[in-house]
């Protein structure tokens, strides 16, 4: 099958990933992801580095975590980094409230500071009397092609459950919704939605539990790639091959499972470019322009076998 897209709209826990030595006039950049068992954040890096050889202006410093829960460790990577002195942090947050506090400090401490990919909790930007743009995609709105997807090939009465990313994160509770949106539109039959924090063995467990709940499943919709390869292995060892699944992030992993049918769609949200283009906006402010404000947005797309 062909593949088409449809366009729409060093702390515990963390790895020193990257680090060049440069010269001292050169701004440093301090990149902080999630984890990097998610071939998604593999991406992102391979992407970072790869901006910062090309364009050479700047020293990058970047950490993940190695799983997807733990923000303590980004608490702790935001400090690190103050300490060094960086110019700019670009951060992707494990947490959405709990991260609030720490950039805060950086701010403070006179460190631009750019959120990508997972947006801050407003509430607790508000709480903090802080200012702070978001660099991402409408995770809503990308969940509900994926959901849409589904919602198309099944009609009106299928039945379906949703995979949950972190509930403390932001992207996953938009991801959320937009499903349920898909849900409403098709009236679909929701039959159940946990979480799986974003993880493949705790997706394959969750699912192989609804299943047994749920033997009538018809259709899944996982938050990230991750978990939908997770479904995808619980499918595999219960011999079934008859049930639907849709993820988001559209990784190197999925294609093949697009192209043979285990899979229905994906959705890309561009990763291997995203922590570049924040690194981009954030130099820019080190450089002397504009503070950015409010939502700055990147692209996503339906990845969905023809």
Not at 70 to 89: K, L, P, R
Not at 219 to 242: H, Q, T, Y
Not at 258 to 287: H, K, P, S
Request: proline fraction near 3%; avoid cysteine.
């Amino acid at each position: 099958m062909k593949i088409f897209k449809l366009a729409a709209a060093a702390a515990t826990g963390l790895a020193l990933l990257a680090g060049t030595a440069m010269a001292d006039d050169k701004p440093k950049v301090g990149l902080i992801m999630k984890s990097l068992a998610n071939e998604f954040f593999q991406n992102m890096m391979a992407g970072a580095e790869a901006h910062q050889e090309q364009r050479g202006d700047y020293e990058l410093l970047a950490v993940g975590m190695q799983n997807e829960t733990d923000f303590e460790s980004q608490i702790n990577a935001v400090e690190n980094f103050i300490t060094q002195g960086v110019d700019a942090i670009v951060v992707a947050p494990a947490d959405s409230r709990a991260m609030v506090r720490p950039l805060k400090k950086a701010m403070e401490a006179g460190i631009v500071v750019v959120n990508f990919d997972v947006a801050l909790d407003e509430d607790a930007k508000k709480q903090q009397g802080i200012e702070l743009a978001f660099v991402g995609p409408d995770n809503r709105g990308g969940a509900k092609l994926a959901g849409d997807a589904l919602g198309k090939k099944l009609g009106e009465g299928g039945k379906v459950v949703i995979i949950e990313g972190n509930p403390g994160a932001d992207n996953a509770n938009q991801r959320r919704m937009g499903f349920e949106d898909s849900v409403a539109e098709y009236k679909l039959d929701l039959l159940d939605s946990r979480t799986a924090h974003w993880e493949t063995e705790e997706a394959n467990t969750v699912f192989s539990n609804m299943l047994t709940a749920h033997p009538d499943i018809q259709g899944v919709m996982a938050a990230n790639d991750s978990m939908a390869i997770g479904v995808v292995k619980a499918l595999e060892s219960a011999g079934r091959s008859d049930i639907m699944v849709v993820g988001f992030d559209n990784i190197p992993a999925v294609s093949p499972m697009i192209e043979d049918g285990r899979m229905l769609a994906t959705v890309d949200q561009f990763g291997t470019d995203m922590a570049a283009n924040a690194i981009d906006l954030a130099l820019e402010v080190v450089g002397g322009g504009d503070e950015l404000k409010g939502w700055v947005r990147t692209p996503i797309e339906l990845v969905a076998a023809q």
